[in-house]
Protein backbone atom coordinates (compact mmCIF):
# COMPACT_ATOMS: atom_id res chain seq x y z
CA UNK A 1 0.00 0.00 0.00
CA UNK A 2 1.66 3.79 -1.33
CA UNK A 3 1.75 6.07 1.18
CA UNK A 4 -0.47 8.67 -0.01
CA UNK A 5 1.02 11.74 2.49
CA UNK A 6 4.00 11.39 0.48
CA UNK A 7 5.20 14.60 -1.10
CA UNK A 8 4.96 14.66 -5.01
CA UNK A 9 7.38 16.76 -6.83
CA UNK A 10 6.12 17.41 -10.27
CA UNK A 11 9.16 18.58 -12.34
CA UNK A 12 10.54 18.68 -15.86
CA UNK A 13 12.11 15.27 -17.08
CA UNK A 14 15.80 15.02 -17.48
CA UNK A 15 17.97 12.54 -19.23
CA UNK A 16 19.20 10.95 -16.28
CA UNK A 17 15.71 10.18 -15.55
CA UNK A 18 15.35 7.80 -18.36
CA UNK A 19 16.17 4.52 -16.31
CA UNK A 20 13.26 5.27 -14.00
CA UNK A 21 10.71 6.33 -16.48
CA UNK A 22 11.46 3.27 -18.95
CA UNK A 23 10.89 1.05 -15.71
CA UNK A 24 8.00 3.15 -14.84
CA UNK A 25 6.64 2.60 -18.77
CA UNK A 26 7.42 -1.51 -18.26
CA UNK A 27 4.51 -1.36 -15.62
CA UNK A 28 1.88 -0.01 -17.36
CA UNK A 29 -0.94 -2.09 -19.56
CA UNK A 30 -1.40 -0.97 -22.67
CA UNK A 31 1.74 0.68 -23.37
CA UNK A 32 3.33 0.21 -26.67
CA UNK A 33 7.05 0.93 -25.76
CA UNK A 34 9.04 1.36 -29.32
CA UNK A 35 12.49 -0.39 -30.02
CA UNK A 36 13.82 2.61 -30.93
CA UNK A 37 11.48 6.07 -30.47
CA UNK A 38 11.67 4.90 -26.50
CA UNK A 39 15.20 3.51 -26.28
CA UNK A 40 17.69 5.33 -24.52
CA UNK A 41 18.85 7.05 -27.66
CA UNK A 42 15.33 7.93 -29.11
CA UNK A 43 14.73 10.03 -25.79
CA UNK A 44 17.72 11.44 -25.53
CA UNK A 45 17.35 12.63 -28.66
CA UNK A 46 13.81 13.91 -27.84
CA UNK A 47 14.88 15.64 -24.52
CA UNK A 48 17.30 17.77 -26.46
CA UNK A 49 15.03 18.65 -29.16
CA UNK A 50 12.53 19.48 -26.07
CA UNK A 51 14.42 20.35 -23.15
CA UNK A 52 11.75 21.83 -21.08
CA UNK A 53 8.59 19.93 -21.55
CA UNK A 54 8.49 17.08 -20.80
CA UNK A 55 7.45 15.99 -17.12
CA UNK A 56 7.96 13.66 -14.35
CA UNK A 57 6.67 13.20 -11.00
CA UNK A 58 8.75 11.80 -8.02
CA UNK A 59 8.57 10.88 -4.58
CA UNK A 60 11.39 9.97 -2.31
CA UNK A 61 13.69 9.35 -5.80
CA UNK A 62 10.93 7.21 -7.12
CA UNK A 63 9.64 8.36 -10.73
CA UNK A 64 5.56 7.41 -10.18
CA UNK A 65 4.22 9.31 -13.27
CA UNK A 66 5.68 10.81 -17.12
CA UNK A 67 4.77 12.82 -20.01
CA UNK A 68 6.70 13.24 -22.81
CA UNK A 69 5.79 16.49 -24.74
CA UNK A 70 7.60 18.10 -27.48
CA UNK A 71 6.56 20.35 -30.57
CA UNK A 72 7.68 20.99 -33.65
CA UNK A 73 7.67 25.10 -33.25
CA UNK A 74 3.89 24.72 -34.71
CA UNK A 75 1.77 22.36 -32.27
CA UNK A 76 2.90 20.37 -29.40
CA UNK A 77 2.15 16.47 -28.51
CA UNK A 78 1.43 14.38 -25.73
CA UNK A 79 3.05 10.94 -25.48
CA UNK A 80 3.34 7.93 -22.66
CA UNK A 81 1.05 9.76 -20.31
CA UNK A 82 1.42 7.80 -17.00
CA UNK A 83 1.02 7.62 -12.87
CA UNK A 84 2.04 4.60 -11.50
CA UNK A 85 -0.66 2.20 -9.98
CA UNK A 86 -0.81 2.62 -6.53
CA UNK A 87 -0.72 6.86 -6.88
CA UNK A 88 -3.91 7.45 -9.71
CA UNK A 89 -6.71 9.22 -8.56
CA UNK A 90 -5.36 11.89 -6.54
CA UNK A 91 -4.34 14.61 -9.26
CA UNK A 92 -1.00 13.69 -10.10
CA UNK A 93 -1.72 13.36 -13.85
CA UNK A 94 -3.90 16.19 -14.32
CA UNK A 95 -0.87 18.13 -12.01
CA UNK A 96 1.69 16.94 -14.62
CA UNK A 97 -0.31 17.63 -17.88
CA UNK A 98 -1.14 21.39 -16.38
CA UNK A 99 3.26 21.65 -16.10
CA UNK A 100 3.71 20.58 -19.36
CA UNK A 101 0.75 22.52 -21.33
CA UNK A 102 2.40 25.83 -19.41
CA UNK A 103 6.16 24.87 -21.00
CA UNK A 104 4.24 24.63 -24.67
CA UNK A 105 2.98 28.00 -23.77
CA UNK A 106 5.93 29.60 -22.71
CA UNK A 107 7.42 28.28 -25.87
CA UNK A 108 4.86 29.91 -28.17
CA UNK A 109 3.01 26.64 -28.54
CA UNK A 110 -0.55 27.48 -29.30
CA UNK A 111 -1.88 23.85 -29.69
CA UNK A 112 -1.22 20.06 -28.33
CA UNK A 113 -2.82 17.33 -29.18
CA UNK A 114 -2.52 13.05 -28.21
CA UNK A 115 -3.78 9.96 -29.79
CA UNK A 116 -5.33 7.77 -27.05
CA UNK A 117 -6.28 3.90 -27.88
CA UNK A 118 -10.35 3.76 -28.86
CA UNK A 119 -10.20 1.23 -25.92
CA UNK A 120 -8.10 2.98 -22.95
CA UNK A 121 -11.57 4.15 -21.54
CA UNK A 122 -9.45 5.50 -18.05
CA UNK A 123 -7.18 7.13 -20.11
CA UNK A 124 -10.26 8.81 -22.69
CA UNK A 125 -11.90 9.54 -19.23
CA UNK A 126 -9.46 11.32 -17.76
CA UNK A 127 -8.64 13.48 -20.79
CA UNK A 128 -12.52 14.69 -21.57
CA UNK A 129 -12.25 15.22 -17.92
CA UNK A 130 -8.97 17.47 -17.64
CA UNK A 131 -10.66 19.78 -20.12
CA UNK A 132 -9.90 18.09 -23.73
CA UNK A 133 -11.58 18.02 -26.50
CA UNK A 134 -12.54 14.72 -27.96
CA UNK A 135 -12.48 15.11 -32.12
CA UNK A 136 -15.12 13.31 -33.80
CA UNK A 137 -14.02 15.09 -36.78
CA UNK A 138 -11.05 13.98 -37.38
CA UNK A 139 -9.34 10.23 -38.85
CA UNK A 140 -5.66 9.48 -37.93
CA UNK A 141 -3.27 8.68 -40.42
CA UNK A 142 0.20 7.81 -40.17
CA UNK A 143 3.21 6.17 -42.53
CA UNK A 144 5.77 3.44 -41.16
CA UNK A 145 9.50 5.28 -42.32
CA UNK A 146 11.40 2.40 -40.25
CA UNK A 147 10.74 -1.44 -40.06
CA UNK A 148 12.77 -1.34 -37.53
CA UNK A 149 10.78 1.01 -35.09
CA UNK A 150 9.27 -2.80 -33.16
CA UNK A 151 6.28 -1.53 -31.16
CA UNK A 152 6.41 -4.42 -27.59
CA UNK A 153 3.06 -4.07 -25.99
CA UNK A 154 2.95 -4.21 -21.98
C1 LIG B 1 -4.69 8.24 -17.22
C2 LIG B 1 -3.79 8.43 -16.00
C3 LIG B 1 -2.47 9.09 -16.43
C4 LIG B 1 -4.52 9.39 -15.03
O1 LIG B 1 -3.64 9.70 -13.96
P1 LIG B 1 -4.20 10.11 -12.52
O2 LIG B 1 -3.09 10.71 -11.75
O3 LIG B 1 -4.89 8.94 -11.91
O4 LIG B 1 -5.29 11.19 -12.90
P2 LIG B 1 -5.87 12.35 -11.96
O5 LIG B 1 -5.91 11.89 -10.55
O6 LIG B 1 -5.14 13.62 -12.23
O7 LIG B 1 -7.36 12.43 -12.51
C5 LIG B 1 -7.94 13.61 -13.03
C6 LIG B 1 -9.36 13.28 -13.43
O8 LIG B 1 -9.36 12.29 -14.47
C7 LIG B 1 -10.49 11.41 -14.29
N1 LIG B 1 -10.03 10.05 -14.09
C8 LIG B 1 -8.81 9.65 -13.68
N2 LIG B 1 -8.75 8.31 -13.59
C9 LIG B 1 -9.97 7.86 -13.93
C10 LIG B 1 -10.55 6.57 -14.00
N3 LIG B 1 -9.85 5.47 -13.67
N4 LIG B 1 -11.84 6.47 -14.39
C11 LIG B 1 -12.56 7.56 -14.70
N5 LIG B 1 -12.09 8.83 -14.63
C12 LIG B 1 -10.79 8.97 -14.25
C13 LIG B 1 -11.24 11.89 -13.05
O9 LIG B 1 -12.27 12.78 -13.44
C14 LIG B 1 -10.18 12.64 -12.30
O10 LIG B 1 -10.67 13.64 -11.50
P3 LIG B 1 -11.27 13.26 -10.03
O11 LIG B 1 -10.25 12.35 -9.38
O12 LIG B 1 -11.40 14.59 -9.38
O13 LIG B 1 -12.55 12.56 -10.29
C15 LIG B 1 -3.52 7.10 -15.25
O14 LIG B 1 -4.75 6.47 -14.99
C16 LIG B 1 -2.67 6.13 -16.05
O15 LIG B 1 -1.44 6.16 -15.98
N6 LIG B 1 -3.32 5.26 -16.82
C17 LIG B 1 -2.58 4.26 -17.64
C18 LIG B 1 -1.88 4.90 -18.83
C19 LIG B 1 -2.84 5.66 -19.70
O16 LIG B 1 -3.92 5.18 -20.03
N7 LIG B 1 -2.42 6.86 -20.12
C20 LIG B 1 -3.18 7.68 -21.01
C21 LIG B 1 -2.85 7.32 -22.41
S1 LIG B 1 -3.84 8.27 -23.55
Not at 48 to 76: F, K, M, Y
Amino acid sequence: MENTNQEITIRPMRQSDYPKVYQLWKTIKGFGIRSMDDSEEGVARFIRRNPSTSIVAETEGQVVGAILCGHDGRRGCFYHVCVREGYRKRGIGKDMAVKAMKALQAEGINKVCLIAFKKNEVGNSFWKSVGWTFREDLNYYDFVLNDENITIFQ
